[in-house]
């Protein structure tokens, strides 16, 4: 999703040597299962960092919340200095109809400039949704969400400072606006909500989105149609037969194997991405752009 605007952002919003394969012995000695374990946020640990992290009060729907945020940056033995690739925006207060609205985002990015997608992203989603709300005060807020991921993926397209071409970015988004919760989402990022079960008084975590993946039958038919080939690794090589039986529900681990359907081009074996591409190309190979 073009060239990343450093603009200040409002008081009220929130931004946010390498190894070879010959180096088997010294990525052993770096990366003990200590310091893997250590570096796989599993949920008790996530709860423990999000704790340390100053909190910041906000009223949703009329009830008074704290939120926090925490990035992490992944590893990659053979390049120590790649940057973090995520990244997020929260509004507190964006007035729009007079109306105070919350919005939340989270980028994850992917490629060698995914870092430059996530961020280019974080700052021009909400300026494009404010001009496309004015521009058409008639849609509805759905709408200019939608039309708002649209646009913005057109802007990092045309971009000639942050590269789309192996790059791009998940994105998904959470905005309340007065007792209605909206939530838009590309890629395999994920949006949930806690809601109280009153009939044990628990707290139960329930999702928001739905996985932009080759995991789902219709995302599947989706990208065949507009030329793109769904295989495991292992199916790409001749290691496994060619099925299209891939189940996975929302929560399980979906690497747990090791080998998710992928993504590729018609005539080559790129991207691989475990994701879906929101867009289609109608030019030079006719396979899915990155987004």
């Not at 040597?17 to 640990?45: H, I, M, N, Q």
């Not at 207060?93 to 400039?113: E, I, K, N, R």
């Not at 008639?138 to 200019?144: E, F, K, Q």
């Amino acid at each position: 999703m073009g060239a990343a605007m450093s603009a200040k952002a409002p008081q009220n919003r929130q931004t946010g040597g390498a190894y070879t394969d010959g180096d088997s012995k010294a990525y052993r000695e770096a990366f003990t299962e200590e310091v893997c374990d250590a570096l796989y946020l599993k949920a008790p640990r996530l709860v423990k960092r999000l704790q340390r992290v100053p909190t910041r009060d906000v009223r949703l729907a009329g009830r008074a919340c704290k939120y926090s945020a925490v990035l992490m940056r992944g590893v990659y033995p053979w390049d120590p200095t790649k940057p973090c690739q995520d990244s997020f925006f929260v509004n507190e207060s964006m007035v729009v109809d007079g109306l105070a609205s919350h919005w939340f985002a989270v980028m994850d990015g992917h490629g060698p400039d995914g870092d430059g997608c996530a961020h280019f992203i974080r700052d021009n989603l909400e300026k494009v949704a404010r001009k496309l709300h004015k521009k058409h005060p008639d849609w509805s807020w759905a709408d200019v969400l939608s039309n708002s991921y649209e646009t913005v993926n057109a802007m990092l397209h045309r971009s000639d400072r942050v590269s789309s071409v192996d790059s791009g970015s998940t994105l998904v988004s959470v905005c309340i606006r007065r007792d209605v919760c909206y939530c838009a989402n590309v890629g395999d990022s994920r949006a949930i909500i806690g809601t109280l079960d009153r009939s044990t008084g628990r707290c139960v975590a329930k999702p928001l989105s739905s996985d932009q993946t080759p995991y789902r039958k219709d995302e599947r038919e989706r990208l065949r149609e507009c030329g793109a080939r769904v295989l495991t690794i292992d199916q790409l090589q001749g290691r496994a037969p060619l099925t299209d039986d891939y189940i996975c529900a929302l929560g399980d681990e979906i690497d747990e194997g090791g080998d998710p359907p992928r993504v590729f081009l018609m005539d080559d074996d790129v991207p691989g991405t475990a994701f879906s591409p929101a867009r289609h190309s109608t030019a030079g190979s006719g396979g899915p752009d990155h987004t």
